[in-house]
């Protein structure tokens, strides 16, 4: 019935769409995924428990969630981009009244079978609504001010609620992401460097204001690790210790000593990458990061190959958003930027940002399934 | 159409800007390569060394310490496994709890109870605490069967340093104790940073302290980011301390302990020939295994206070004069100074006038005529004053000198006192008025300025004994296996029928009736024993004293009494060991001193049944009474 109901919209069969699925794209993320599972049984001291099998079982979920969005009609998508939009706004809220507190922060609300993350899913319902938006609006209008305000409204609403959590990494993750999807959408060159000249105005102030001093300090600790050499600047120098020992060839897979004497702090999530550069070294690292490569370009090809502007600006969101994750984290881990929590996309344990991750791959195969159909300017619930 | 126009002009102007965005996320990503590159192949050795050190631990294994052993192996000093309990705060929820357990089986202090407590909320739980060591094996046995009901305890053996002898060798082989902080001045031996490790405080044990203690050992763990130990990596045990094998003889060193127990006394036996220590015995001991595990305040008051001094090696830091037993050095002066012959004879009318002052012998109504040999054997004080005054205090003090008094002779000893040999000079620096001829008077008979220590009287007697040969003492044979060389024994250049005068009078001391020292011959078919009593006036009896009827050394109180001493050879015919005695305040020396050496030397000479039941019946048939000396001063 579901099925019938999805291929009925569109002009295609539900054999066709399965036919022209990118079987290869799907490899390339099992492959990706992959080396999440060999290094978190890895983590485990060469067990699939705790970690592993149930990221693989997280992992064929969402490869599920993924064909079945595949299939959908772009057309429902457009049409559910707003009102999903406004469930994860609703959500965050929720999370505001009724989280629940983790490490310091409310990031969580219990739904009683999944501890769900708002902030996740606002990342890709925020890129729906974008790209919806900006599909919606006339080209000559990108850059009129009066109506740039919507598109930063849907920027800033969950921006703020999240930044109350606190979570200083999502909200500025969503807020590069969003940023992007209005500078694909074709915003004047002006716009782009007074918005440039105003950050960097900003930034003094939101250090004042905004941060919290756990925030502050995390950032005083990156400029200088040994600082805190047993607290924030720990997890750095470990980091760069595990990393660096690592060399080109590795110590070996399951014999990492840093990682498995638990001087890696985080190592199944946040600090994967280096566990797995400590074992495999810098060709271990240079292949994953290549495969990530090779995704994002791909990401790119179906993005320019879509032939309406809600498909390319809601799959190059998505890249955008892919490409923060995996550039922050390999970046933080690296000793380049502050520690922010933000995982390895596919490869770091967790199940909400895997589960997102995947259902946003959905949404992309299916504007690249359906890349040669017209898609309606109008007609949307808006 | 109008809509596919203006899509295519989207499309344009996305494919643009994706450009950008997409070229941005490269070079991002070229950066990423270029840090891990940076950091795994440039940097990369860096931060292997800091992985391994983050990784490994060294922990080091303290050696075994070496031996000390008598010249016949016997264990003087030894290694005792030293059974102990520690805690592992981890391991147990109620470390109160467990303790309240143990305490059934060993008591445990209010003390130790507090700093277990404080350290458990000080230290990773994972740390061991030593609960309680030197546990004797039945508690230790009883706690390894308790130790599932005692979650957090686990017994351990380690080692510690153990003295069999305990106080019988206190003095010679030392003991160990805890390191302090000015052991750790300047030394790099990490082994003196372990906790619990011991050093050597005296004898042995401090002067060989770096050959007994051996070297580290180390055993590499890996440990993670907690320090809890994952697992030995490797492990290079310890070089074991070298084994120290002594001059002594443990036999003789304890029969001559038990010989004078409960007084305060020296005994110092040595090879003639070659200088070898065979017993050097100062009384009382203590008990260095205490001094191992650490005094309480109790024990420690009860070593000091004691009146006999255990905590004083007597044989080298004891100073006493050397009363009669000095004769010899006096006679031999005046044969080589050719101021005396032997033959001659010097009429003893129990007394010589110097000036305004009498000089008594110590036999009232004198010897009557004696000639050198018949001087030595009654100890006449007389014939000495004549002999002094002809050959005058400085051929005294030199021949003194060149028999080792009043200089260190010790070999590979510490603490040991010079004592002291007046000249004139001396005496003139010290106090600025003249040498009187009174005072060469007093040195004739060994009284006065002069001191001596118990070795250097051993030493003088085997000088004696060899022929005037300049042995020395000495005590450690060799360490970790390789001999120490004995000091050569250079000859002194005495005439030889000088030596024999001596030799003649000093075996007549003991073998002939009428000597002071016959009473304590040799019961030995074949073997005889030369020697010479002494005894050293510690304080003179005062007028008051006299009138309150004080008239003999014995009614004064102990610390007040003479001190007796004895010198001695055996066999005389063919000497092989040098003996000196001093018996504290034990009054004189043919009755207190003479008869120790009597025992001692049989013992040593023997070494069979037969002369232990010889030592039997003469300890039981021992007469008390002292007949020989009696007198005030200068009785031998």
Not at chain 1, 38 to 43: D, G, N, R, V
Not at chain 1, 117 to 134: D, F, G, N, V, W
Not at chain 2, 311 to 331: C, D, E, F, H, R
Request: with cysteine; hydrophobic share 45%.
């Amino acid at each position: 019935m579901v099925l019938e109901a999805i291929s009925r919209s569109g002009r295609l069969s539900l054999i066709d769409k399965l036919y022209e699925i990118n079987w290869g794209f799907l490899l390339l993320v099992t492959a990706i995924a992959s080396f999440g599972f060999a290094m978190l049984y890895s983590a485990a001291d060469g067990s699939f428990d705790p970690w592993a099998s149930r990221q693989m079982v997280r992992f064929g979920l969402g490869m599920g969630i993924l064909l079945v969005f595949a299939l959908v009609d772009p057309r429902l998508w457009l049409q559910l981009a707003y009102p999903a939009y406004g469930f994860a706004l609703v959500l965050l809220i929720a999370v505001e009244v009724a989280g629940t507190t983790g490490m310091g922060a409310t990031r969580w609300i219990n739904l009683g079978f999944i501890q769900l993350q708002p902030s996740e899913l606002m990342k890709i319902t925020l890129a729906l609504a974008l790209a919806r938006y900006y599909h919606m609006l006339e080209q000559d209008r990108v850059s009129h001010p009066l109506y740039m305000l919507p598109a930063l409204a849907f920027i800033a609403l969950p921006v703020a609620l999240v930044l109350r959590q606190p979570d200083l990494g999502t909200a500025l993750l969503l807020s590069v992401v969003g940023v992007s999807v209005i500078f694909m959408a074709g915003l004047s060159w002006r716009y782009i460097v007074a918005a440039g000249a105003a950050v960097m105005v900003a930034i003094p102030i939101g250090w004042q204001y905004f941060l919290l001093p756990y925030q502050r300090e995390r950032v005083f600790t990156f400029l200088d690790p040994s600082r805190d050499p047993l607290g924030a600047g720990y997890h750095t120098t470990q980091a760069k210790i595990a990393l660096g020992s690592g060399g080109v060839w590795g110590k070996g897979f399951m014999e990492g000593t840093q990682s498995h004497l638990n001087f890696l702090p985080e190592k199944q999530t946040d600090f994967i990458f280096v566990m797995l550069s400590e074992e495999l070294g810098l060709m271990g690292g240079m292949t994953l990061m290549a495969l990530y490569a090779a995704l994002l370009g791909f990401i790119m090809m179906v993005a320019m190959g879509a032939r309406n502007q809600f498909g390319r600006l809601l799959v190059a969101a998505l890249g955008v958003n892919f490409f923060l994750y995996v550039f922050i984290n390999v970046a933080m881990v690296m000793g380049l930027i502050p520690v922010v929590g933000v995982p390895l996309p596919l490869v770091s344990y967790g199940g909400s940002a895997m589960l997102v991750i995947l259902a946003g791959f959905g949404l992309l195969m299916s504007i690249y399934v359906h890349r040669n159909q017209e898609l309606p300017r109008g007609g949307g619930i808006l | 159409m109008a809509l596919d126009d203006r899509d295519a002009d989207k499309q344009k102007l996305f494919s643009r800007r994706a450009a950008i965005l997409g070229g941005g996320q490269l070079a991002l990503f070229a950066v990423l390569a270029g840090r891990m590159y940076y950091l795994q192949v440039i940097e990369s050795q860096q931060y292997e060394i800091l992985a391994e050190e983050n990784r490994v631990n060294v922990r080091l294994l303290p050696p075994l310490r070496g031996e000390v052993v008598d010249r016949f192996g016997k264990k003087l000093a030894t290694n005792r496994q030293n059974f102990r309990v520690v805690l592992i705060p981890e391991q147990t929820d109620d470390v109160e709890a467990t303790l309240d357990k143990l305490s059934d089986i060993i008591p445990i202090t209010e003390r130790t109870r507090k700093r277990i407590l404080k350290d458990v909320s000080q230290k990773r739980g994972f740390v061991p605490l030593t609960v309680a060591e030197n546990l004797e094996w039945e508690d230790f046995a009883e706690i390894n069967i308790h130790t599932p009901d005692l979650p957090g305890l686990q017994p351990e053996v380690g080692d510690t340093r153990h003295y069999p002898y305990g106080e019988d060798l206190a003095h010679v082989v030392g003991y160990v104790a805890a390191v302090s902080d000015s052991d750790l001045e300047g030394a790099n031996d990490p082994l003196l940073q372990l906790p619990g490790f011991r050093v050597g405080r005296s004898g042995v044990e401090r002067l060989l302290e770096s050959e007994l203690r051996g070297r580290a050992g180390n055993s590499r763990v890996e440990v993670n980011a907690f320090g809890r130990v994952i697992r030995e990596l490797a492990k290079v045990p310890g070089t074991p301390g070298d084994e120290v094998v002594l001059t002594l003889d443990m036999d003789i060193q304890r029969f001559a302990t038990e010989r004078v127990r409960g007084e305060s006394a020296s005994v110092v036996v040595m090879d003639v020939h070659s200088g070898e220590l065979v017993a050097i015995v100062s009384a009382p001991g203590f008990d260095p295994n205490l001094f191992n595990v650490g005094l309480s305040q109790a024990e420690w008051d009860g070593l000091t206070n004691n009146e006999l001094n255990p905590l004083v090696n007597k044989t080298l830091a004891g100073q006493y004069p050397p009363g009669s037993t000095y004769k010899m050095i006096v006679a031999l002066a005046a044969l080589e100074a050719g101021a005396m012959t032997p033959q001659r004879l010097v009429n003893c009318g129990g007394k010589v006038t110097l000036g305004s002052h009498d000089f008594h012998c110590w036999k009232r109504g004198g010897h009557g005529p004696v000639n050198m040999v018949q001087a030595i054997q009654q100890s006449c004080n007389v014939y000495f004053y004549e002999l002094s005054k002809r050959v005058g205090i400085d051929k005294i003090e030199e021949m003194s000198r060149r028999f080792g008094l009043g200089d260190q002779v010790a070999m590979d000893m510490a603490g040991e006192k010079p004592g002291l040999v007046p000249s004139r000079g001396w005496k003139r620096a010290t106090t600025g008025i003249p040498w009187q001829q009174g005072e060469t008077l007093n040195a004739a008979i060994g009284q006065g300025y002069l001191l001596t220590t118990p070795v250097q009287l051993a030493t003088m007697s085997a000088r004696f004994a060899n022929g005037g040969k300049a042995v020395r003492p000495w005590l450690v044979r060799s360490v970790g296996g390789r001999a120490r060389p004995a000091p050569q024994a250079v000859p002194m250049g005495i005439a030889p029928e000088n030596m024999e005068v001596i030799q003649r009078g000093m075996d007549a001391v003991v073998n002939i009736p009428g000597g002071t020292a016959f009473r304590s011959r040799l019961p030995l078919e074949g073997l005889a024993m030369a020697g010479k009593t002494g005894t050293a006036l510690v304080r003179r009896i005062s007028r008051e004293e006299r009138a309150r009827g004080v008239t003999q050394n014995e009614d004064l109180p102990w610390r007040f009494r003479d001190h007796a001493l004895f010198v001695g050879y055996g066999p005389v015919a063919n000497p092989r060991y040098a003996i000196s005695v001093i018996v504290d305040h034990g009054g004189g020396g043919s009755a207190a001193a003479a008869p120790v050496a009597k025992d001692v030397m049989t013992r040593v000479l023997t070494r069979d049944p037969m002369a232990l039941a010889a030592y039997e019946q003469s300890v039981h048939g021992r007469d008390v009474t002292d007949l020989g000396d009696g007198v005030a001063k200068g009785r031998g």
